[in-house]
């Protein structure tokens, strides 16, 4: 038994349409002669066969269109059966091909709105060779390009202009990148301040608490319980930390505000965290502050009540997910179990990152940070 | 007959010579005969284009060169390639794309090339050939060396600018080149008549300065004599010459060719007139072949050409890594 | 002709007669090489490069041809696979197209066609580029689609010693060589040392050390670019000047380690800018030196018009010293002082 396939008759044929038969089964052929006739795209073109036997069956019917290498038949040879005689099938009822529909070619994308500056190749390696925030460096290069040199120059800078530069920097990103939402609340503070007073009273003036420290322990411990208000958004996610290290604002001088790290808040008792916080504010303003020391806060802290504002709106210190501030300490008449009485109370306003954090978070937070405010022996 | 026309005479032959031409004659059509089944069965791929009903040409030019000659040919050169002595099994592994080819598999069936036989290839391109063959017996005239300068092409390539440029350098500078013409009447699918204002191509040549004979390219004999009396007046330095060898090929222009702008009556009217038949024809009356000799060809043709399919099967498939060797020359590393 | 041969000397001499002299001296030393091409003997060269060549050594070696590009192109690849060392004259790149076909489809793929039996040891010279209000059909400066092709080497040489020196390792290889001379380099004067000969025809040069930017050029476009290279200077750019010598195979060690050091690059070509050897280099710094480059690569081209024949509009159409400067400023932003 062997087969007859439609041939391959050039290097671009991969199909063709049987359009008769000149053999029939049982038939006898020969080497070279012409079988069978075939439509081409290029016109018809007689096949031959390239050996001898009988014709047994002949599986491909006219009008067929097969592709190259299909059985067109099967022959016997010498000395073999021949298949039983079929009704040769009646050729298939084929619905006319489907035209198919035309895609519309969709629209070109809009094109992605660059984020942020140019950098050059070469900028970027110098950049990570010298660990300079490319957030940190304003380009000079062709529309604005950060070149190499850029970032060189500012390697080279020390002491508060590359800070103030870095903040800048940050500050100009967190407002672009982060949606922040905002909450706050009016905490009394009367019972943390008398009971700061006493503990005054009884210390030298050098080791005296600022009442700045209760309120960093307070947050510090409120965050144990809303934990997703400490930590880093790293590129698309959020990286919660177990420990909370919080960034003190504090004003420069020479102007500007930054906010270094006091560490592992959540475990120091208050006296500790006042001196760390002490040699912090000192450190900070006679320079003697790493670059290093503003890149491992987990939130940060700003009180702005010495110079008089009642409420705050923070701006959230990129890559960290929020920010508490706090107004100055006002007396106002407050509303105690059905009487007044006049309190010492404070404005506490919580500004989060809504990519890790909603509302409920936040408002657990500040009622957390209320409520331990309410109890300062315990902090 | 015009005054151009070859008188086919019948010359004196030898049994041995006779069945010498017969044998190389069918060992080329049945050497095609074998491309266009494998061809089919996609064992040859690309462009096929067979020489099959021209075979009188190959094998009666081929009388005429001798080995320190150079052949120029086209994509249709099979017959040229086996006539001229190149290995049948070096052809067949060249057309299959093996290694092994006379080209290492890396031209097929268009760019068969031999140096041992001074063999410089087929070429895809219709007159492409022309001017390296006039390069060729320029450099034989400028060293001096006694040699012929062979080069085949079709009809077709006879409106190409390259045709023309080439004659005419050739006279002009009396270069020893044997310019042969097959003129198998159709260029792809176009008859000669459609595409030249004047047919008869030996005038052509005529008109550069060039001694040019019609042969009646059918008849090995007609065709040995002509190549042998042309070859020698190049060989003597009488300048160039040029022979318009009439004849038809028998299958399509290639493979893929439905035959569209010729009819079956009148290939089937040249197939009568075939150089094979119309010999064998002439020996048996002559007495210098019986069927047992034909036979006897046929067993040693079919052999051979088994034996190069089998060579060609068995060959082996160059490797991808190899791929970007021979653009240029190796270089010795330093 | 030129003095005597004395170590240390140098001659004054011109582009066109450095390379009359590398033709005698390679007909002198090798009896297989010969000149062939249209109007190279009686009229002694279109750009008078073969004046005198055919007293000197006959008719035989210093052929004219008929008006055949295709015909004596494809005759030199036949002499040359015949055993002779011919050097062909296509009078221009303008005509080289009548010859493409001999040169793409036989020259270059003669040896890898065969499978490495034959090789064809052609040199072919033509003069290429714009500059002499000779308009479209004269103007071309194709060495960029000859550069495309494998089998075939390209070289371009823009000074004195390698106008003296490419013709003789071109003719030593034995693969297909094109060796292209800017029509406005023939007239170029310069110093040229007695006793010079054969260069190396490998490598790019550095024409000029600089450590802010790689401008990188060939041909006729040299010397503009090198007079940009000094008016950039007194700017306090300091650029690097890159003669590539070679079109194919590029010396992509010598243009890459210039675009490392000076991480940019500006590339000056003759060649229309759309798919130009000037998109080729900028591809390649681009895979290789992708991390090194400070500005986005440049390019300074001819002007996507056939060349014009008015003076002022040919001039416009090509790269000049003040585009090479203007570009290169560019690449500095405000930086630049």
């Known amino acids: 038994m062997s087969e007859f396939l439609m041939p391959s008759l050039g290097a671009d044929m991969e199909s063709g349409i049987l359009v008769e038969w000149m053999v029939k089964p049982g038939e006898r052929i020969h080497r070279g002669d012409t079988v069978a006739v075939v439509e081409t795209v290029k016109g018809i073109i007689d096949i031959e066969i390239y050996q001898d036997g009988v014709i047994d069956e002949l599986r491909v019917q006219p009008g067929e269109k097969v592709p190259v290498g299909t059985v067109l038949a099967t022959l016997i040879g010498e000395g073999e059966e021949m298949a039983v005689q079929q009704e040769p099938k009646a050729p298939e009822e084929k619905a006319p091909p489907e035209k198919p529909e035309l895609a519309p070619i969709p629209p070109p994308a809009e094109p992605t709105r660059r984020h942020g500056p140019r950098i050059s190749p070469a900028a970027r390696r110098r950049a990570a060779a010298l660990h300079v925030d490319l957030e940190a460096v304003i380009g000079t290069g062709p529309d604005g390009a950060i070149t190499v040199q850029d970032v060189e120059q500012v390697s080279a800078e020390t002491g508060p202009a590359a800070m103030r530069r870095a903040i800048a920097a940050a500050m100009t990103r967190s407002k672009r990148e982060i949606p922040h939402y905002y909450l706050g609340t009016t905490v009394d503070l009367s019972y943390t301040l008398t009971w700061l007073e006493r503990q005054n009273a009884e210390r030298p003036i050098t080791e005296r608490m600022v009442y700045a420290v209760p309120l960093i322990k307070a947050v510090a411990l409120a965050l144990g319980k809303v934990p997703d208000l400490n930590g880093f958004w790293v590129k698309d996610h959020f990286e919660m930390s177990e420990s909370v290290h919080v960034g003190v604002a504090i004003s420069l001088r020479q102007g500007g505000l930054v906010a270094p790290a006091l560490h592992d808040v959540q475990s120091k008792d208050l006296d500790t965290l006042m001196q760390e916080f002490h040699d912090l504010v000192n450190r900070t303003r006679t320079g003697h502050i790493s670059l290093s020391e503003f890149t491992k806060p987990t939130i940060t802290f700003t009180s702005l009540g010495e110079q008089g504002v009642e409420i705050t709106y923070p701006i959230i210190y990129p890559p960290q997910v929020a920010i508490v501030g706090f107004g100055s300490i006002i007396e106002r008449p407050w509303s105690i179990e059905g009487h007044i009485e006049s309190r010492r109370v404070i404005k506490a306003t919580l500004a989060a990152d809504h990519r890790v954090s909603d509302g409920h978070s936040g408002a657990v937070f500040l009622n957390t940070v209320n409520k331990l405010l309410q109890k300062p022996e315990a902090l | 007959m015009n005054e151009n026309e070859v008188d086919s005479n019948k010359p004196a032959l030898t049994r041995e010579h006779a069945l010498e031409l017969l044998q190389g004659m069918i060992r080329i059509r049945r050497f095609e005969e074998k491309c266009a089944e494998l061809y089919s069965a996609m064992k040859i791929r690309g462009f096929l284009h067979l020489y099959i009903g021209e075979e009188a040409i190959a094998v009666g030019v081929m009388q005429a060169l001798q080995p320190e000659d150079a052949i120029g040919s086209t994509y249709r ?243 991808v890594e190899e791929l970007t060797r021979n653009v240029y020359t190796e270089r010795a590393q330093p | 002709m030129s003095s005597a041969a004395k170590p240390g000397t140098t001659v004054k001499t011109t582009y066109r007669e450095a390379i009359r002299a590398a033709l005698r001296e390679a007909m002198q030393q090798d009896s297989r090489v010969f000149l062939m091409g249209e109007d190279v003997g009686r009229y002694g060269g279109c750009y008078a490069v073969s004046k005198g060549l055919l007293e000197e050594f006959g008719p035989e070696r210093i052929r004219d041809t008929p008006l055949s590009e295709s015909a004596f192109v494809g005759a030199g690849i036949g002499a040359a696979l015949g055993g002779m060392r011919p050097i062909v004259e296509v009078m221009t790149v303008n005509f080289s197209l009548l010859c493409m076909d001999q040169i793409i489809n036989n020259a270059a793929t003669i040896r890898h066609m065969s499978g490495g039996q034959f090789s064809v040891p052609l040199v072919i010279r033509m003069a290429t580029g714009a500059g002499r209000q000779l308009a479209a059909q004269h103007s071309h400066s194709l060495e960029g689609c000859y550069a495309h092709i494998p089998g075939i080497r390209v070289v371009a040489p823009a000074t004195l010693e ?32 007695t006793d010079a000969g054969a260069v190396d025809i490998d490598h790019a040069a550095v024409r000029r050390p600089g450590n802010d930017v790689s401008l990188i050029t060939y041909g006729g476009s040299l010397g503009k670019t090198l007079s940009a290279a000094d008016m950039l200077a007194v700017e306090g750019i300091d650029a690097e000047v890159i003669d590539l010598r070679t079109l194919r195979p590029l010396d992509d060690d010598t243009i890459l380690t210039s675009v490392r050091k000076t991480q940019r690059a500006v ?71």
């Open chain 3, 267 to 337: 590339i000056i070509d003759e060649g229309w800018r759309s798919v130009s050897l000037s998109a080729e280099v900028a591809a390649r710094i681009a895979e290789h030196a992708f991390y090194d480059l400070d500005a986005p690569i440049a390019r300074v081209c001819s002007a996507e018009v056939p060349i014009p024949y008015p003076k002022h509009l040919e001039q416009a159409a090509l790269p000049q010293p003040d585009t090479i400067v203007a570009t290169v400023k560019s690449l500095f932003g405000e930086s630049n002082v």
């Open chain 2, 77 to 319: 050169e099979h017959g040229h390639a086996l006539a001229r002595g190149i290995s049948m099994n070096a052809i067949m592994a060249e057309l299959y794309g093996k290694q092994e080819g006379c080209s290492h598999g890396r031209g097929g069936s268009m760019h068969i090339f031999d140096a041992a036989t001074r063999f410089y290839g087929g070429s895809a391109i219709v007159a492409g050939g022309l001017p390296v063959a006039i390069g060729l017996a320029l450099a034989d005239k400028m060293q001096r060396l006694k040699r012929v300068n062979a080069c085949f092409f079709g009809e077709g390539a006879v409106a190409e600018g390259e045709f023309h440029e080439s004659l005419n350098l050739a006279a002009l500078w009396k270069l020893p080149v044997l310019f042969l013409c097959e003129n198998n009447r159709y260029a792809m699918g176009t008859a000669l008549e459609r595409s030249e204002s004047v047919t008869d191509i030996n005038i052509k040549a005529q008109s550069y300065g060039i001694r040019a004979e019609v042969v009646d390219g059918m008849n090995v004999v007609a065709v040995e004599t002509a190549a042998r009396r042309a070859a020698e007046a190049v060989r003597r330095g009488e300048g160039p010459c040029l022979l318009e060898l009439r004849t038809y090929r028998f299958r399509a222009h290639s493979m893929f060719d439905p035959e569209l702008y010729r009819n079956k009556a009148e290939v089937q009217t040249w197939k009568e007139r075939g150089p094979i038949v119309t010999f064998m024809e002439q020996l048996k009356e002559q007495g210098l072949a019986n069927d047992g000799d034909i036979d006897q060809i046929e067993a040693a043709v079919e052999k051979e050409i088994a034996e190069a399919v089998a060579f060609a099967e068995a060959g082996s498939w160059e490797p």
């Open chain 3, 162 to 193: 390698d106008a003296r020196g490419m013709l003789a390792t071109a003719l030593a290889d034995p693969d297909p060589v094109l060796i292209f001379e800017h029509a406005m380099l023939y007239n170029m004067e310069g110093e040229l040392p």
